[in-house]
């Protein structure tokens, strides 16, 4: 059955977005959506009905697939209680959202100077009071996450990172000047549009791990085929100036963020690795910054194919897909990289091998792996 077009105005535009993230990688939702529908002309794929961004921070790549109809659906997950707690309410609370937004900026950064860095610095610290009902404590968090990441030098949530144009606001780039509400408004009302329409199905404030042990659970008849998983997890360097804990890590109610949120050392890595090779239940496309380690370890990604268990086979299903990698070129904006420029990406994905490129955008990985 053909699912119609997603019917808005921003289902093919530019900026879908609401929220700027560090790292933003230009243009490669674009490649992830070349490989989805080369893969589609496969007899084992045809369609991918569920979309799975456990990563999702700004969810740039899936607002993008959904909107294009490469992917039916699309379902979100992160492990940093701003950012669920942000797709949550712009989803289910749109229009109040909108009209607080607009409020917030009316009232603190447009008079600008002392009284939007006095607003800055009340988010900066805020957490849930005492008593806070579930719901209010979601929706002041979701403003908190949308306020700083708009008004923070590179969207950074967590961390040392202080106000656009600084404490003394003397650049001609304030700390407004990423705040813009009508357009803003429009990148909301989308994120509402595709909930309403059953195009956003769901969004979960879970790990990765869980998000992707709950996936076979929830959505079983999509099982292996017609769900994929889109992992974009933190760098394999320098990931701790970007990707903190975040300061919920006290609070004792159901915004706790799950584990997974420091990414500081290689350990994560390997763990993310060893489930996707050995206990992944329905197709996955990783993206990573290319660095050679991660086809050179034998517990990152230097294997070519799954290598499930006799009990995850068993008792999962879990399949010895082939594991194939290539290589994109792509532009950076504000990240670790030192402001703006081009960069190779290494996309490594179980879709049918017969049906990833491997011309033009997709080059091979050899010119990563160490000369003998």
């Known amino acids: 059955m053909r699912v119609e077009d997603v019917d808005h105005p921003l289902a093919q535009g530019r900026y879908q977005t609401p929220l700027r993230y560090p790292g933003a990688k230009t243009g490669l939702s674009s490649l992830i959506g070349n490989l989805i529908e080369s893969a589609k002309t496969s007899s084992q794929i045809r369609k ?55 409020e917030e900026h009316a009232l603190y ?96 404030c879970k790990d990765w791990k869980d998000t992707l042990a709950d996936v ?34 006290q609070v004792n109610n159901s915004m706790s963020p799950v584990d997974d949120l420091n990414w500081s050392d290689r350990f994560p890595h390997y763990r993310l690795a060893e489930y996707l090779r050995n206990r992944m239940q329905f197709r996955w496309v990783l993206s990573y910054d290319a660095k050679p380690q991660l086809l050179s370890n034998p517990w990152l990604y230097a294997g070519d194919r799954m290598t499930p268990g006799a009990t995850e086979k068993e008792v999962l ?21 030192q402001g703006r420029g081009a960069a190779d990406e290494l996309l490594v994905t179980t879709l049918p091998p017969s049906t990833v490129p491997q ?10 792996l160490p000369s003998e």
């Open 48 to 102: 991918v009905d569920l979309l799975v961004e456990p990563f999702a921070g700004g969810a740039s790549t899936s607002l993008r697939l959904v909107g294009a109809g490469i992917v039916n659906r699309i379902l979100l997950a992160d492990a940093d209680p701003l950012v669920a707690a942000f797709w949550q309410v712009a989803a289910a609370d749109t229009e109040n959202f909108v009209g607080r937004m607009a």
């Open 317 to 337: 299903g879990v399949k010895e897909w082939r594991i194939s990698k290539r290589l994109v070129s792509l532009r950076y904006t504000a990240s670790a990289r």
């Open 216 to 249: 076979p659970e929830w959505y079983a008849d999509l099982i292996p085929d017609q769900v994929v998983a889109y992992l974009d997890p933190p760098y394999i360097e320098k990931s701790e100036k970007l990707y903190q804990r975040s300061f919920y890590s």
């Open 109 to 204: 950064i447009s008079p600008g100077g002392s009284t939007a860095l006095d607003r800055w610095d009340y988010w900066r610290a805020w957490t849930p009071a005492a008593g806070m009902s579930e719901s209010t404590a979601r929706f002041e968090t979701a403003v908190k996450c949308l306020f700083l990441n708009r008004t923070t030098f590179s969207g950074i949530l967590h961390g040392s990172a202080g106000p656009i144009g600084g404490r003394k606001q003397e650049s001609q780039y304030g700390i407004g000047c990423r705040f813009n509400v009508e357009p803003l408004s429009e990148r909301i009302r989308y994120v509402g549009h595709l909930y309403d329409t059953n195009r956003l199905v769901d969004v979960w």
């Open 359 to 368: 011309d033009g955008d997709f080059r091979p990985v050899g010119e990563m």
